[in-house]
């Protein structure tokens, strides 16, 4: 659907963005994630045929940018930050110009707008001036004019900055329902709303792309280390020389203190973990009732019932070595123990920090820098720069 080739644009001395490359597929919604001045508003206007690039070449659904935008630009629907809205024209007044603007055929005109109207919640404000519209109805207005002639990929820049939590939902829940139907391209600062709507998510830093895939593969993949965190009613140390023994464990942290009651219970149960069992005596867990509270098998161990009420609970990371998965292996070590596990959750990064940790300095260095060679080509590709695509 969308092919983006070595583009870079290089404003008078400063790089807007640096060989970037990537493409979208027919369907899938795209969030495009980063820092203030990283790129995303270059980027986009590049691929709407706002701004021509200095160097590289986009595509979409096979017509060049470059070589034929008109055919380009009619796949595209753009809501920039701000939206080209006329505020003195009424709704359907607006939307009436755009739709002549667009070349929508006179006799399609009038269901293709009704049909927007209806799909983005404008019935009944035909007549309003668009001055008088709150700014969630403006952002409409604005999805409406980038929707009104069918396009294929819709690319908005911020659509629910500057907007009241409920508006945002709002719009959210619109941009989903675009999105059973087109291709989206989505910029934004907020983290929750790729989360929310996304099934793929492009980081830029510094004019480069950093970073492409699923929100969920981005935390797997930038994780150093696979880790879980639990919740277990137990003796502690029992608990902790348990999922240290098990293969594959690299380090077990105590996350939170237990009461202090339950130390000498633990210190005594760890000592009959350490024991070898008595010649003949049973298994622990082996030969109980479905469903009964363990008995340990002898000695200090008495002092702890698993399960029974007074037990403490122990909070612990567990890390694994070579990011193995190792919840089954702890669910199957603690059954043996027979202290319960009362939450277990792996902890992967957020994309709050996967964000961070690709965005901050340190991260990149600075590439923003421009030879004086590229200066004098980006002066010479800047004289035809700025498209007016409606021209
Ligand atoms: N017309 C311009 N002339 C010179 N430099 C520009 C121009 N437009 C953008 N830039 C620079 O290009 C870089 C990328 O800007 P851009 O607006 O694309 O970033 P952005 O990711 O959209 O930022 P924001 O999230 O703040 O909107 C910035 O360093 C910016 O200062």
């Not at 998965?325 to 709050?352: C, H, Q, T, V, W």
Request: glycine letters at 8%.
């Amino acid at each position: 659907m969308l092919e983006v080739k070595q583009v870079s644009k290089l404003y008078e001395n400063q790089r807007g963005v640096h060989s970037i490359e990537f493409s979208m597929s027919r369907g899938e919604v795209v969030g495009f994630l980063g820092p203030n001045g990283a790129g995303k508003t270059t980027t986009m206007r590049m691929i709407t045929g706002y701004l021509n690039p200095t160097h590289g070449s986009i595509t979409i659904d096979g017509f060049s940018m470059a070589e034929n935008a008109k055919k380009a630009r009619q796949k595209i629907g753009y809501l920039p930050e701000t939206p080209p809205l006329y505020p003195e024209m009424s709704v359907e007044a607006y939307l009436q110009f755009i739709a002549d603007l667009r070349g929508i055929p006179v006799k399609e005109q009038k269901r293709r707008i009704g049909e927007v109207i209806e799909r983005l919640g404008l019935q009944g404000r035909e007549r309003q001036v668009i001055r008088g519209l709150s700014k969630g109805y403006k952002q409409r207005m604005g999805l409406a004019q980038a929707i009104l002639h069918n396009p294929d990929l819709l690319v908005l820049d911020e659509p629910t900055s500057g907007l009241d939590p409920k508006q945002i939902i709002e719009i959210r829940q619109l941009i989903r329902e675009l999105g059973e139907n087109h291709t989206v391209l989505l910029s934004t600062h907020i983290l929750p709303e790729i989360n929310a709507l996304c099934n793929r998510v492009l980081i830029i830093n510094q004019g480069r792309i950093v970073m492409d895939g699923h929100p969920d593969q981005l935390a797997n993949t930038m994780g150093e280390t696979f880790e879980v965190s639990l919740e277990v009613k137990g003796p502690r140390e029992a608990i902790l020389a348990g999922l240290r023994g098990l293969p594959q464990v690299a380090s077990v942290t105590p996350l939170a203190d237990e009461p202090a009651a339950a130390g000498a219970a633990a210190a005594a149960h760890t000592a009959a973990l350490t024991q070898q069992p008595e010649p003949g005596a049973p298994e622990p867990g082996v030969g109980e009732q479905h469903g009964q509270a363990a008995e340990p098998a002898a000695g200090p161990a008495d002092t702890f019932t698993a399960g029974g009420d007074s037990s403490p609970t122990v909070k612990v990371l567990v890390s694994a070595q070579d990011r193995a998965d190792i919840r089954e292996a702890i669910f199957y070590r603690m059954a043996e123990l027979r202290y319960p596990i009362l939450a277990m959750k792996k902890e992967s990064m957020s994309l709050e920090d996967i964000f961070l940790k690709l965005t901050t300095d340190e991260a990149l260095g600075d590439v923003r820098d421009v030879s004086s060679e590229e200066v004098a080509s980006a002066s010479e590709q800047n004289a035809s720069k700025e498209v007016n695509p409606d021209a």
